[in-house]
C-alpha cells in the first residue's frame, strides 16, 4: 500500500504549484500600413500585408468567400 499524506494540502498551496499553468494573452502590435491590431508575426486580416508588402490581395479574397 502506498504512504499517504498525513494532513490535506491548503487550496493556496495547489494554487501556487499551478501558478505557471496560467493563461497567457496573445501579443497584439500594430500594423505597419492601416494601423489596426494584429497578432504579431502574421499577416493583418485587415489589409493583408506583411513586412511593409502586401501578402493577400484582400479585394480577391472578399469576392472568392461571398
Known amino acids: ?3 499517504l499524506p498525513k494532513r490535506k494540502y491548503a487550496k493556496a498551496r495547489q494554487g ?3 501558478s505557471h499553468l496560467r493563461a ?4 497584439l502590435v500594430r ?3 492601416c494601423h489596426s491590431l494584429k497578432p504579431s508575426h502574421r499577416v493583418c486580416p485587415v489589409c493583408g500585408s506583411y ?3 502586401e501578402v493577400l ?3 480577391k479574397a ?3 468567400k461571398a
Not at 497567457?24 to 501579443?27: A, D, S
Open 31 to 33: 500594423c505597419s500600413q
Open 62 to 64: 472578399k469576392r472568392g
Open 57 to 59: 490581395n484582400m479585394e
Open 16 to 18: 501556487e504549484r499551478r
Open 51 to 53: 513586412g511593409g508588402r
Open 1 to 3: 500500500m502506498p504512504p
Open 24 to 27: 497567457t494573452l496573445t501579443t
